[in-house]
């Protein structure tokens, strides 16, 4: 079945304390972006990455660092969390590097920071 | 960057009755325009897209209406029904290859 592929789901954690949020997709897409839903904001782009090895800064990207070794996964970190940081987030990818493809969404991972 | 707008944000109905939710963007040279639904505590997912060189495109009850001059395009859905109380997100393809999403509309279809 194709799927993006979220881990984990829900998570809560410390300020400072470094996490990672994983997510893979079985598609081939070569596009990769993840995003934070916030109420009232809606979904705004931390950071998207066209291809292995090729990373660009979304409209908020303080905070969080991206990756992009492997075509399929595309991990979201977050080397001090804080509060602010609170947050659902979603992974999407697209096929091919037209403006004008489908994104995927992973199923989510809800973060707390306390 | 792109600047997308949305209204309303929220929006309620009777059943069978239509709503409409408008979004408006700032590139030009976007040209990729697709409306996602969010259930809750659900993923986002497609519902509906349009691409510039088309002025309406229509899926059953949805349909979606593009005006490049303006720089707006909106989100019809007809006879409403229990089963579209969803949040509606637009977004838009725009010339950085991103899609940039409005701020979401939440619609609830009434008994």
């Known amino acids: 079945e194709a799927q993006v592929t979220q881990n984990p789901r829900y998570l809560i954690t410390v300020t400072g304390k470094k996490l990672t949020v994983t997510c893979s997709q079985n598609?081939?897409?070569?596009?990769m972006s993840w995003y934070r839903q916030d109420p009232g904001l809606g979904l705004r782009q931390i950071y998207y990455s066209m291809n292995v090895e090729v990373t660009d800064k979304g409209d908020v990207p303080e905070g969080y660092k991206v990756s992009r070794k492997e075509k399929r996964n595309f991990p979201l970190i977050l080397e001090s969390p804080s509060p602010n940081q609170t947050s659902l987030y979603f992974c999407?990818?697209?096929?091919?590097?037209?403006?004008?493809?489908?994104?995927?969404f992973g199923q989510g991972t809800r973060l707390t920071v306390v | 960057g792109e600047n997308v707008e949305q209204h309303p944000s929220t929006l309620s109905v009777q059943e069978g009755d239509s709503a409409v939710i408008k979004c408006t963007y700032s590139d030009s040279a976007s040209n990729y325009f697709p409306w996602y639904k969010q259930e809750l505590g659900k993923r986002p997912q497609l519902i509906i897209d349009i691409r510039s060189n088309v002025g309406e495109k229509k899926d059953q009850r949805i349909a979606v209406t593009l005006n490049k001059t303006a720089k707006h395009f909106s989100l019809h859905i007809t006879e409403t029904q229990p089963e579209d109380s969803a949040v509606y997100f637009c977004?838009?393809?725009?010339?950085?290859?991103?899609?940039?999403f409005g701020s979401g509309t939440q619609l609830t279809v009434l008994p």
């Open positions: 977004a838009v393809g725009g010339s950085a290859r991103q899609l940039t």
């Open positions: 999407a990818s697209r096929p091919g590097r037209a403006m004008n493809t489908e994104a995927f």
């Open positions: 598609m081939n897409h070569e596009y």
